[in-house]
């Protein structure tokens, strides 16, 4: 099954295709216009997703015709986020994930993770 949802897209499927089985956990997908190794520079997790430690399953795969990579992430099966996150999340951890993903996808895109009130001045772009 897969549905967009608040720029994201959400991908479920069990964790063996072939199983049969349940799926074990929803994953939580964005498409970013760079190739895999800038996504997951030297395999290391952007860091808006390695704040979430072990918790989280990532995967990455080439983006349909050639656009870029799908960076994909889901809370592992009865895994707890750590610290703040579980916090933040309360009764929705999906959210947490869904934006580590924007994160990521903001920073690999633009340098930055995106702020709707930051300033001109604040990014340093007023003349």
Do not use: F, Y
């Not at 799926?23 to 704040?51: D, F, K, S, Y």
């Not at 050639?66 to 610290?83: F, K, Q, V």
């Amino acid at each position: 099954m897969l549905a967009r949802l608040a720029g994201a897209r959400r991908r479920v499927h069990p964790a063996d295709p072939h199983s049969g089985a349940p799926p074990a956990g929803g994953w939580e997908v964005v498409t970013i216009n760079r190739p895999p190794n800038e996504v997951l520079p030297g395999g290391r997790r952007p860091e808006p997703l390695r704040q979430l430690g072990r918790a989280i399953q990532v995967d990455v795969w080439p983006a349909p015709a050639g656009r870029g990579t799908e960076l994909a992430a889901r809370i592992r099966p009865g895994a707890t986020l750590p610290g703040l996150a579980a916090h933040v999340a309360g009764d929705h951890p999906d959210r947490v994930v869904r934006t580590a993903l924007r994160q990521a996808k903001q920073l690999a895109e633009t340098g930055e993770v995106l702020r709707a009130d930051r300033s001109p001045i604040d990014r340093g772009l007023a003349g």
